[in-house]
């Protein structure tokens, strides 16, 4: 079956770095996105991969590993705005998008 | 209009009524998504349209249709409601179908049938 995993909730301090990790399992693999959805609000995009390697946009940067089935979302210089939802999803084989439940991301100051 | 929009912002909503929610985009995006969002489970795929014309079924399509007569334009409809279906429903539009086409989503409609 498809699957994507991911944290349900971190916490991190306001000016540190955190870590939101991702492992996905899908029939077939077009790429990884991650969204940043604050409460009750819609999803935003952030960063999408398809290839191997880190790309780096600003505070946040997105890293994939095809072969491991993994991502991560890493934010520096974390501010009390960075308080939301995080959900990775992966788009399949017939370029449909599975999502994670989301982590949560707690700022505190 | 700015982006993509729906209605209603919210609904409450008796069991066994019939109810469409509304999306409107004016980006000219080809592909439309309905989703649903339920807490601890990630948003779910109910259908989808990668051109005016064409409908395709999601993940979770039983008790909802929709249709695609133009290309601004993809209602969601419950023929007869019920409770399973309280749910915040997001509609979501890409400029193509493929890989690397990010969706923008509308702000949703909490629905929430008793």
């Known amino acids: 079956g498809q699957n994507i995993d991911q944290p349900t909730e971190m916490t991190a301090t306001e000016g540190a770095i955190v870590q939101i990790n991702c492992t996905y399992q899908t029939s077939g693999f077009n790429g990884l996105f991650w969204y940043q959805q604050h409460a009750g609000e819609a999803p935003t995009f952030l960063s999408y991969?398809?290839l191997d390697g880190l790309e780096e946009k600003g505070r946040f940067s997105s890293f994939l590993s095809r072969s491991k089935g993994y991502s991560y979302l890493l934010l520096k210089e974390l501010q009390m705005k960075d308080s939301a939802s995080y959900l990775c999803a992966a788009m399949d084989s017939n370029y449909q998008l599975i999502w994670g439940a989301g982590t949560k991301l707690i700022i505190k100051p | 209009i700015a982006g993509i929009t729906q209605a209603p912002t919210s609904q409450i909503l008796a069991a066994g009524r019939r109810m469409t929610l509304r999306c409107t985009q004016d980006m000219r995006h080809n592909a439309m998504y309905w989703y649903r969002q339920d807490l601890g489970l990630g948003l779910r795929l109910i259908h989808y349209s990668n051109t005016a014309g064409t409908t395709g079924k999601g993940e979770v399509p039983d008790g909802y249709s929709v249709s695609r007569a133009n290309t601004d334009d993809f209602p969601l409809t419950l023929a007869s409601a019920v409770p399973s279906q309280t749910s915040v429903y997001f509609c979501?539009?890409?400029?193509?179908?493929?890989?690397?086409?990010?969706?923008?989503f509308g702000p949703g409609t909490r629905l929430t049938v008793l």
């Open positions: 991969n398809v």
């Open positions: 979501a539009s890409s400029d193509s179908s493929g890989a690397q086409s990010e969706q923008f």
